[in-house]
């Protein structure tokens, strides 16, 4: 296992409303990517977060924001909630360096249900 | 087009047998290829990686790049039920960030 954590595991939301999802990087990490991972589908990127600034964002709208804290933990916070926005959501850690190898460990994920 | 192409499976074999699981990409720009695994209610775990062309080997894992061809592979060697999982196929992106994109995944299932 891995050692990033996520909170929450499960959560219900309704349309409109605001989420606020957690994850603490695996020690030594200083770089935090987030994925949403739809049923059926593979990851796809959001953003990363390289020592507290953002550092690369994938095709997601500003309702999608996020902050690294000094600790390397991160929040992914995601407003006016949709439908479609219901989903997997996937921390990764890494340590930056080995960004070309691919190798990203990530958490068991935060599973979204929007109603 | 998506970048990566993979057949969503499902794949059911028996145990023992030899499994090949195959993306393709569009870009051949990309030179880092990765194989993750994800078991039912994880995150993905990476099995390897591959730099460009050519094979790679692990144990029972083989990965596979044919950049001529735009070709990803993933070949099992005397599967076994633990490896019932999805798989997912990825490349990196151009500017060194930790974007990687994935295809769909294969899901796999290896009956005892």
């Known amino acids: 296992e891995t050692g990033v954590t996520q909170s929450p595991t499960h959560l219900i939301k309704t349309r409109g409303q605001q989420v606020t999802l957690r994850c603490s990087s695996q020690s030594g990490h200083n770089t935090v990517s987030w994925y949403q991972q739809a049923l059926g589908q593979g990851p796809q990127f959001i953003f990363q977060?390289?020592?507290?600034?953002?550092?690369g964002r994938g095709n997601f709208p500003p309702r999608f924001s996020g902050l690294q804290f000094p600790n390397y933990s991160s929040e992914l916070n995601v407003n006016a909630l949709e439908l479609d926005d219901s989903a997997l959501y996937l921390c990764?850690?890494?340590?930056?360096?080995?960004?070309?190898?691919?190798?990203?460990?990530f958490g068991e994920g935060s599973r979204l249900t929007v109603l | 087009q998506k970048e990566v192409e993979q057949d969503p499976g499902p794949l059911s074999v028996p145990e023992g047998a030899i499994v090949s699981l195959n993306c393709t990409y569009s870009?051949?720009?990309?030179?880092?290829f990765m194989w993750y695994r994800q078991y039912s209610r994880k995150g993905p775990e990476l099995l390897m990686y591959t730099y460009s062309s050519g094979n790679k080997e692990d144990g029972r894992f083989t990965a596979q790049v044919d950049k001529s061809s735009k070709y990803i592979s993933l070949f099992i060697r005397d599967s076994q039920p633990s490896d019932s999982a999805t798989y997912l196929c990825a490349r990196n992106s151009q500017g060194g960030s930790e974007k990687l994109v994935f295809g769909k995944g294969t899901k796999l299932t290896v009956n005892p």
């Open positions: 870009n051949s720009a990309f030179q880092y």
């Open positions: 977060y390289y020592r507290e600034e953002e550092n």
């Open positions: 990764a850690s890494s340590t930056g360096g080995q960004v070309n190898t691919g190798e990203l460990f």
